[in-house]
C-alpha cells in the first residue's frame, strides 16, 4: 500500500453474504452504485452503466474481476474514461464482526492513473468539452 | 492544498477555458511550446489580445512561462487540469458517498428478509 492508496472501513449491520450480493448482483450494484451488464464472474469483464439524458446506457465504469473469494474477498480493476485506458486496482474485503460485516475498501494506482488523465483530457477538448468540463467540476466540488 | 485553495485553482482553470480562442491557445501548446510571436502567427487578433489570454492561462495555472534567452516561451501544464490531488480527493469523497449508499441499501434489504421470517 502506498500513500496514494485510498483505503476505508465500514461496519455494516447484515452478514457477509448479504454484503456481497450487492458488491457482485447486477441489479444490486445499481442500489448504491450503477447496475452492472451481468453478475460479476471470476476472470470476467464487466460494465457498470448509467444513463445519458436521452435514456441510452452509457459505460462509466469498467474493467475485469481478478479474483473472487466469496464472501470475503473481491478484487477487480477499475477504469474510467478520464483515465485514458489506464487501471486501477479496487479490492473490496469482508470480515464477520459482531454479528454483523467489517467492509474494507482499498482503491490503488489512482496517482498513476491521473497522471495519463491529463493527456486525455487535452485530446478530448475539441469533442466533449462541455461534458468533461461538467465532469471536472463535479469532481473537484 | 487544501480543499478552499484546491476549490479555488480549479476556478482559475475553468475561467481560463471558458473562451475558445485561449482553448485553441491550448490545443496549440499541446503539440510544443510556443513563443507569444509564435501563438500570434496563428490567429487573427492583436499580439496584446493574445497576451491578456495567455496571463489569464498562467494564473489559471494551465501555462507556465519560462525565459529562454531574450525569448519567453509558453509552455502547457497539463497537471493544471486535474492533479493527482484532484483525482485522490475526488475518489477520496466518491467512496464515502458509495459506501454510505451501500449501508443504506444492505441493511434496508437485511430488515426487509427479517420481517419476512417473522411472518
Known amino acids: ?141 | 492544498m487544501n480543499a478552499s485553495a484546491q476549490s479555488h485553482a480549479a476556478q482559475g482553470a475553468f475561467r481560463a477555458l471558458a473562451d475558445p480562442t485561449r482553448r485553441d491557445i491550448v490545443m496549440f501548446l499541446s503539440e510544443q511550446d510556443m513563443t507569444i510571436g509564435e501563438v500570434v502567427d496563428r490567429f487573427d487578433i492583436t499580439r496584446a489580445a493574445i497576451k491578456k489570454h495567455l496571463i489569464v492561462l498562467e494564473d489559471g495555472g494551465l501555462i507556465s512561462v519560462h525565459p529562454i534567452g531574450r525569448e519567453r516561451v509558453n509552455r502547457l501544464e497539463p497537471l493544471g487540469f486535474k492533479s493527482v490531488n484532484g483525482w485522490l480527493n475526488h475518489f477520496n469523497h466518491f467512496w464515502d458517498d458509495r459506501m454510505s449508499k451501500l449501508a443504506t441499501a444492505v441493511e434496508k434489504e437485511n430488515l426487509k428478509k427479517q420481517h419476512e421470517k417473522k411472518k
Open chain 1, 1 to 141: 500500500m502506498t500513500t496514494t492508496t485510498i483505503s476505508k472501513t465500514i461496519f455494516v449491520n447484515a452478514a457477509r453474504e448479504t454484503v456481497w450480493s450487492f458488491l457482485t448482483d447486477k441489479d444490486k450494484l445499481g442500489e448504491w452504485y450503477h447496475p452492472a451488464e451481468a453478475d460479476l464472474a471470476e476472470n470476467a469483464d464487466y460494465v457498470l452503466f448509467a444513463r445519458n439524458d436521452d435514456g441510452t446506457k452509457k459505460r462509466q465504469v469498467w474493467g475485469r474481476v481478478v479474483e473472487m473469494d466469496q464472501p470475503s474477498r473481491l478484487v477487480t480493476t477499475f477504469i474510467i474514461e478520464p483515465f485514458n485506458g489506464a487501471e486501477t486496482i479496487v479490492t473490496w474485503a469482508l470480515e464477520n464482526a459482531a454479528g454483523g460485516t467489517r467492509l474494507s475498501l482499498t482503491h490503488e494506482g489512482i496517482a498513476e492513473a491521473a497522471d495519463k488523465s491529463a493527456i486525455q483530457f487535452l485530446t478530448a477538448l475539441d469533442a466533449g468539452w462541455d461534458n468533461h468540463l461538467g465532469r471536472l467540476r463535479e469532481s473537484v466540488k
